[in-house]
């Protein structure tokens, strides 16, 4: 069955760290989605990709960058980790066909935490 | 720019009764989607129901079902004959139209308590 997974699923870092959160797909869809998740916040959108070699950014991206290389990869980097980016982090996507309903399917999330 | 606001931070409901989560949005967009997502304990975001603006009916999915009023710019949902493991949050989500707009704008959220 195709799904969309994310690693890791939690991971312990200190500030000034680089991360790297992969998320990996095999729906074959044409947009990928980078989520942060905070409480009281809701989920607010760091990065997305609309294809291969499209990048844009969200309404929080400060302090993160994404590449896309292929179709099932939009790994999300955090350039010098910073406690505020301590977070539940999701990666979602969706198929990409112009008027259709496009919903967005999400990965089971990982845990960041920033000491 | 869209906006979604859902008033409910948290709401109680009896099991096999229904309940009603509220979603208000805003936006310029002509055409628009409109998303339900339910978040349990465990974590994952579940896509629950979709609603497009020029839907001519309301959309349902199951027990759940969407009271969609485009006039008042509310998408209500509307949980029928609760069960326990409908305790979760529940996200209201619009997605705009034009060019490539495939983006999501989230509401903070409803928690959802469904007693026994």
């Known amino acids: 069955d195709a799904e969309i997974t994310q690693s890791p699923r939690h991971k312990i870092t200190e500030t000034g760290r680089q991360v790297t959160l992969a998320c990996h797909q095999t729906w074959n869809h044409n947009n990928m989605f980078w989520y942060r998740q905070d409480l009281g916040h809701g989920l607010r959108l760091i990065h997305y990709?609309?294809?291969?070699?499209?990048?844009n950014k969200g309404e929080v991206s400060d302090g993160y960058s994404v590449s896309r290389s292929n179709t099932e990869d939009l790994p999300l980097t955090l350039e010098s980790a910073a406690s505020s980016q301590t977070s539940v982090y999701f990666c979602?996507?969706?198929?990409?066909?112009?008027?259709?309903?496009?919903?967005?399917?999400f990965g089971p999330g990982t845990r960041l935490l920033v000491l | 720019a869209q906006k979604i606001t859902q008033t409910q931070p948290g709401m109680f409901v009896q099991e096999k009764e229904a309940v009603t989560l509220d979603c208000t949005y805003d936006?310029?967009?002509?055409?628009?989607?409109l998303f339900w997502y339910k978040q349990p304990s465990s974590g994952e975001m579940i896509f629950l129901i979709y609603q497009g603006s020029y839907d001519q009916q309301n959309a349902t999915e199951g027990r759940y079902s969407l009271n969609f009023q485009k006039a008042r710019k509310s998408a209500n949902l509307v949980i029928s004959a609760s069960q326990l493991g409908d305790s979760a949050m529940y996200f209201c989500?619009?997605?705009?139209?034009?060019?490539?707009?495939?983006?999501?704008?989230f509401g903070k959220g409803t928690l959802l308590t469904v007693n026994p």
């Open positions: 979602a996507s969706s198929v990409g066909l112009a008027g259709g309903q496009e919903t967005q399917y």
């Open positions: 989500a619009i997605r705009g139209s034009g060019g490539s707009n495939y983006k999501l704008t």
């Open positions: 990709s609309y294809g291969v070699q499209d990048t």
């Open positions: 936006t310029s967009d002509p055409s628009y989607g």
